[in-house]
Every structure is written in C-alpha cells, then in structure tokens.
T-cell receptor, first 113, second 115 residues
Framework: QQQVKQSPQSLIVQKGGISIINCAYENTAFDYFPWYQQFPGKGPALLIAIRPDVSEKKEGRFTISFNKSAKQFSLHIMDSQPGDSATYFCAASFSSNTGKLIFGQGTTLQVKP | DVKVTQSSRYLVKRTGEKVFLECVQD?????MFWYRQDPGLGLRLIYF???????EKGDIPEGYSVSREKKERFSLILESASTNQTSMYLC??????????????FGAGSRLTVL
C-alpha cells in the first residue's frame, strides 16, 4: 500500500517528441505527487508537483496528468530536448507529513538529437 | 550556491569497517533525510530527523544509524559495512510544516563501495 510503481524503466525519444512516464499508487490517502529530475552526478531536484484536487498541472513543457479514480499520474514532456536527458522519479506523500516521500523506481530518459 | 553538502563524493571501504557519511545544509531546514539510491529500486528512505537529537526510522534502517547533534548536520553511520551496502547515498533537507516539508533539497550524493 505504500508503493509507487513507475514505468518505463528507460525511454528513448527523438528531439521534438513527447516523453511520457507513468506512475501508479495504491494508498488513496496520498495527497501530494511530485516529480524529481536528476542529472548525472547531481542529486534529484523538484521539477513539478500536483495535488489530487486538480487533474492536470502544466509548467512550461512539463505537464502532470492525474487520474484519481485510476490511482495513476503521469509526466509529459512536450518538445523533448537533449537537455531533458536525465533520470526522472515520481513520488507520493501525505501533505500533512514531514517530507517522507515514497519514490518510484525511476525512469532514465534519453533524448536523441 | 551549494545548499546541501555531502562531504564525501566517493568512498571505498572494506567489509566490517565503520563508515561515516556527513551532510550539512545551510538553509536552516528543520527536516533532514538519508535516502539510498539503487538502479531499479529508486530512492528508499533510511532515516529522517525532524529536529536536533531526534531521529526516526525510514523503510530500510537495518544496518544503519544516524546522528543529529546540530540543526545543520545529519550523519549516517554504517557500524559494520557490508557489501550489500554498496550504493549511492543521498542526503536531503526540507522545511517543517505541511507545505514546505515535502519540497526536498538533495545533496549531490555519496557513492560508497564496500569491498
């Protein structure tokens, strides 16, 4: 019930294409869903986050789509660029919690020029 | 502009050695965390701390302990390192409160190899 399952494990996309990473969770009490981006040699950094009272959140080329009934959420990267090549982690937590995030398994994205 | 600093980027230790991983943050954050990152397993929480001298177990605390004597410093201790503790260790911090607590700032990581 505490797991977050992320897919695919790796993804190769052509420059200009759309990258889609999916996550599923079991615990319906989760109410905060962030995505973190990690470049090689760096720690993860918060990219974008959503709460379940909205179905979509967009920041530039990055969009989170949230399906509460299916207990799934996904990250869409529009017009993918080589600079987006990184590892992406979804996560879930309780907003009342003190930062104890449950992370997915990670997706390594490669955007080919 | 470094906000979470992990003192050792790469360490090589032998089985049975005691290992200290140090983490310092300069953002006056109340919460600090130690995660372990392994391919295909994502990030798994080892220990976290809400305040000085306070600690709580995460999901995989076995074989680890922590120390937080000062607000800005959180240390991870491997009492007797084993080969299955070879991994990337990530320290993170966040503010207290329902909004800021979930916004984690991570260090660059410490890659530990146990031979």
């Amino acid at each position: 019930q505490q797991q977050v399952k992320q897919s695919p494990q790796s993804l190769i996309v052509q420059k200009g294409g759309i990258s889609i990473i999916n996550c599923a969770y079991e615990n319906t009490a989760f109410d905060y869903f962030p995505w973190y981006q990690q470049f090689p040699g760096k720690g993860p950094a918060l990219l974008i986050a959503i709460r379940p009272d909205v179905s979509e959140k967009k920041e530039g080329r990055f969009t989170i789509s949230f399906n509460k009934s299916a207990k799934q959420f996904s990250l869409h990267i529009m017009d993918s660029q080589p600079g987006d090549s990184a590892t992406y982690f979804c996560a879930a937590s309780f907003s009342s919690n003190t930062g104890k995030l449950i992370f997915g398994q990670g997706t390594t994205l490669q955007v080919k020029p | 502009d470094v906000k979470v600093t992990q003192s050792s980027r790469y360490l090589v230790k032998r089985t049975g050695e005691k290992v200290f991983l140090e983490c310092v943050q300069d953002m006056d954050h109340e919460n600090m965390f130690w995660y372990r990152q392994d391919p295909g397993l994502g990030l798994r929480l080892i220990y976290f701390s809400y305040d000085v001298k306070m600690k709580e177990k995460g999901d995989i605390p076995e074989g680890y302990s922590v120390s937080r004597e000062k607000k800005e410093r959180f240390s991870l201790i491997l009492e007797s390192a084993s080969t299955n503790q070879t991994s990337m260790y990530l320290c993170a911090s966040s503010l207290s409160g329902s909004y800021g607590a979930n916004v984690l700032t991570f260090g660059a990581g410490s890659r530990l190899t146990v031979l």
